[in-house]
Structure formats: structure tokens, C-alpha cells
């Protein structure tokens, strides 16, 4: 069993951290990047939200 962990500072934002487990070491790696990626997603969707509620 494998496991990958991923931590990530965007500028500007808090650390972003992702870990996944799988039988193989790319498969980890696949799973804890489209996590990393769902994240990311969330954070920009709720940073546009943020800025348009404040009429930017």
C-alpha cells in the first residue's frame, strides 16, 4: 500500500494539503492530485463568490 501526500501554498491562501492511498505508487499519486485539484477548484469558485458579493 502506497501512500502520497501533497501540500501546497498557493499565493496568498492557506496551505492546501491532499493525501490518498492505493495499491500502486501512480495511483496514489492520481488519486491525491485530483483531490489537490477539487480543492483548488472549491477555493477559486469561493474566492469569486466572495469577490462579487463585495461588488468587485
Known amino acids: 500500500m502506497y501512500r ?3 501540500n ?3 499565493g496568498g491562501v492557506a496551505m492546501v ?3 490518498a492511498h492505493a495499491k500502486d505508487a501512480h495511483g496514489a499519486l492520481d488519486q ?3 483531490k489537490l ?3 483548488l477548484s ?3 469558485r469561493e ?3 466572495d469577490k462579487q458579493a463585495r461588488g468587485q
Open 8 to 10: 501546497l501554498r498557493p
Open 32 to 34: 491525491a492530485i485530483e
Open 37 to 39: 485539484r477539487a480543492q
Open 17 to 19: 494539503n491532499s493525501e
Open 42 to 44: 472549491r477555493l477559486k
Open 47 to 49: 474566492h469569486r463568490d
Open 4 to 6: 502520497c501526500t501533497i
